[in-house]
């Protein structure tokens, strides 16, 4: 069981990034994943999900319409791409999973399973 989860790296502002998440857990195809972001010295925080279904997106107010989280067709890995990334964006991206209702998708506890985060530094 695990959330592999790669493409952070050093972008400058203004610039992109696609972050993946490669899902080994039960039933994958029950569980909505999201990914989460912890910046140094901050509480980790939401930034987005996707549904397991129907496949709705939701997104924290601070990403949205620059970032896009996606998956593919086997729901076994999940994207998040960054556009138009800012300093402020600057964090370790978390991707994770959880089987717990809609109502739920902020709440980290809600989320069973974790990846080991990516390192994403944006700079001025």
């Known amino acids: 069981v695990q959330l592999q989860a790669s493409g952070g790296g050093l972008v400058q502002a203004g610039g992109s990034l696609r972050l993946s998440c490669a899902a080994s857990?039960?039933?994958?195809?029950?569980?909505?994943m999201a990914w989460f972001r912890q910046a140094p010295g901050k509480e980790r925080e939401f930034v987005a999900t996707?549904?397991?279904?129907?496949?709705?997106?939701y997104y924290a107010d601070s990403v949205r319409g620059r970032f896009t989280i996606s998956k593919d067709a086997a729901k076994t890995t999940v994207y998040l791409q960054m556009n138009s990334l800012k300093p402020d964006d600057t964090a370790v991206y978390y991707c994770?999973?959880?089987?717990?209702?809609?109502?739920?998708?902020?709440?980290?506890?809600?989320?069973?399973?974790w990846g080991q985060g990516t390192l994403v530094t944006v700079s001025s």
């Open positions: 994770a999973a959880t089987y717990g209702p809609t109502s739920t998708y902020r709440d980290l506890s809600m989320y069973k399973y």
């Open positions: 857990i039960p039933n994958s195809g029950s569980a909505s």
């Open positions: 996707i549904r397991r279904s129907g496949g709705h997106t």
